[in-house]
C-alpha cells in the first residue's frame, strides 16, 4: 500500500513539474514576442510590408525557422533547436554593428534588400547592384553548419548532367529538380549541354578578393559554363560582360525555379555561379505575381553615407 502511495505521489510531482515548463514557456513565448511559424496575423504591428513578405519567404523556404522574436537589439529568426538570427537590428545595436568586417556580410533582411529579377528579363547592373550578394552569414551557418567538419557532415552527392557534386541535402534536392528540367529542354537544343560542364560545388574556401567565406562553403553553390567564357569581374575587364545579356536563359530559368540565384545578374558578375537562395526566389515570384516591375537601373542610386543601393520611392510598392 505505501509502495503504491510513493508511486503516486511521485506520478504527481512529474505531473505538476511539467504543468509547471509548460505555463513558464507559454509565458516566456508571451513576453519575448515570439510568433510561431504560420501565424503571420500575429506579427509586431510595425512591421513594414517588405518585412512581413521576407519573413513570409524565410519561413516558407527554411522550415527550420520556427518563429519570429522581437526584442531591443532588433527582430530575431527563431530555430526550432532554439538558435537566434538577426533578421534586422535597431540602429542603435552597436554590438552586432560591430560584429560587421565586410560590407558583404549583413543581417538578413539587408540580404533581401534588393529584389531579384527573374527570367527571361535581363535588368542592367549599375555599380551597387548585386541582389544577394550580401549574405547573412549567421544564417547560413544556423542552417547548413558553422565549420567545414559540419557542412562536410551534411553533405550529399548527386551525379547528374554528366558530373560528380556535392551539396547539402536541401541544395541537392533543387539541383536535382532544376537538372530534370534541363534534360527536358536538351531534347529541344542540344547546344545546351556544353554549357553545363562543372567547376565545382563545395569548396571551403573565401571568396575571391575578399574577406568572408565563399557560400560554396556551405555547399549550396556550384559553377558551370566555364568552357564558354564565363568568368568573374576580378578576372575580366568588360563591364558589363556580353555573357549578362546571352547566356542561355533555358539554363538559367530552370535553375531559378529551382531556388538557386544567378550571379550574372550582379554589378560585380560571377557568370559561373549559381546559389540557392530559395527565399530571394521566393520572395521574386510574389513580387512579379504582384505585377511588379523592375524599376529602370538609372533611377536609383547609391547612397555615398552607406555603401547601399538605393530604391526611390514607389506608389505601391512595399506600401505601410
Not at 537590428?89 to 527573374?118: G, H
Not at 527570367?119 to 547592373?125: A, L, N, S
Amino acid at each position: 500500500m505505501k509502495k503504491h502511495l510513493k508511486v503516486k505521489a511521485f506520478l504527481g510531482l512529474i505531473l505538476i513539474f511539467s504543468l509547471v515548463n509548460i505555463l513558464l514557456a507559454r509565458s516566456l513565448l508571451a513576453q519575448d514576442n515570439i510568433i510561431a511559424n504560420g501565424l503571420t496575423e500575429n506579427l509586431p504591428a510595425n512591421l513594414s510590408s517588405e518585412d512581413k513578405l521576407n519573413l513570409s519567404c524565410l519561413m516558407e523556404s527554411y522550415p527550420d525557422i520556427w518563429g519570429v522574436q522581437e526584442d531591443i537589439q532588433g527582430i530575431w529568426l527563431i530555430f526550432k533547436n532554439g538558435e537566434r538570427v538577426l533578421y534586422s537590428q535597431n540602429s542603435n545595436n552597436i554590438y552586432e554593428n560591430s560584429l560587421n568586417t565586410s560590407p558583404l556580410s549583413v543581417d538578413v533582411k539587408r540580404s533581401m534588400e534588393q529584389p531579384y529579377v527573374l527570367e527571361p528579363e535581363r535588368p542592367e547592373t549599375p555599380e551597387g547592384y548585386a541582389p544577394g550578394r550580401k549574405r547573412s552569414y549567421a544564417l547560413f551557418s544556423a542552417l547548413y553548419g558553422k565549420t567545414k567538419a559540419q557542412v562536410q557532415a551534411n553533405l550529399r552527392p548527386v551525379r547528374i548532367l554528366g558530373g560528380h557534386w556535392s551539396f547539402v541535402p536541401q541544395a541537392a534536392e533543387a539541383f536535382k529538380e532544376a537538372s530534370l528540367a534541363i534534360m527536358t529542354k536538351l531534347a529541344q537544343d542540344r547546344s545546351l549541354k556544353s554549357w553545363l560542364k562543372g567547376n565545382g560545388s563545395f569548396c571551403w574556401r573565401k571568396i575571391a578578393g575578399e574577406s568572408v567565406l565563399s557560400v560554396h562553403s556551405f555547399g549550396i553553390a556550384f559553377d558551370i559554363g566555364v568552357g564558354h567564357g564565363a568568368t568573374y569581374w576580378r578576372w575580366c575587364k568588360k563591364r558589363p560582360h556580353p555573357l549578362q545579356k546571352t547566356y542561355p536563359s533555358a539554363i538559367v530559368a530552370s535553375f531559378e525555379e529551382a531556388g538557386f540565384i544567378w550571379g550574372g545578374k550582379w554589378h560585380e558578375y560571377d557568370l559561373m555561379h549559381f546559389e540557392y537562395r530559395p527565399e530571394l526566389i521566393c520572395k521574386a515570384k510574389r513580387l512579379r505575381r504582384q505585377s511588379y516591375e523592375p524599376l529602370p537601373m538609372n533611377q536609383g542610386q547609391e547612397s555615398k553615407a552607406s555603401g547601399r543601393y538605393v530604391w526611390p520611392k514607389r506608389q505601391g510598392f512595399f506600401s505601410d
